[in-house]
């Protein structure tokens, strides 16, 4: 894109100077075979001045793009995802403890709801909650 943008303003830059130094040395007026006056000087001045910069311009167009191009055309959304999203499971520890809903004071043992009394040591069960 730039490259062709580039020749573009080269080329039309290369014109314009022409042109503005055909227009720069441009007769209009002729007495006895001598010039003496240069109608479209200041025209061709500005044209040659506008042209040189273009041809600059184009230049620069043209030769720098391939090293500033690469970086934009790769994609910025190419990093590898952080693991931070990963979790781990939660704990499976508890479950027989919480069906168990009576507590022995004695063993520390946890019986079922249905338990009054500790089948080992015959202690009064407690309700964990
Ligand atoms: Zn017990």
Redesign the pocket.
């Given at each position: 894109m730039a490259r062709a943008a580039g020749i573009v303003s080269l080329v039309l830059g290369a014109v314009g100077a022409i042109a503005g130094l055909v227009l720069y040395y441009s007769c209009t007026r002729t007495f006895f075979g001598g010039c003496v006056q240069y109608g479209f000087r200041d025209v061709g001045l500005l044209a040659m001045i506008f042209g040189g910069v273009l041809v600059v311009v184009g230049i620069v167009l043209f030769a720098i793009p391939e090293k500033q191009a690469m970086p934009a055309v790769a994609p910025p959304y190419a990093y590898p995802m952080p693991p931070s999203m990963y979790q781990p499971p939660v704990s499976a520890a508890t479950p027989n403890v919480q069906r168990n809903e009576m507590f022995?004071p004695?063993?520390g043992?946890h019986y079922p709801a249905e338990y009054k009394v500790?089948p080992?040591?015959s202690?009064e069960l407690r309700s964990i909650s």
């Open positions: 022995c004695t063993c043992n500790c080992r040591d202690s």
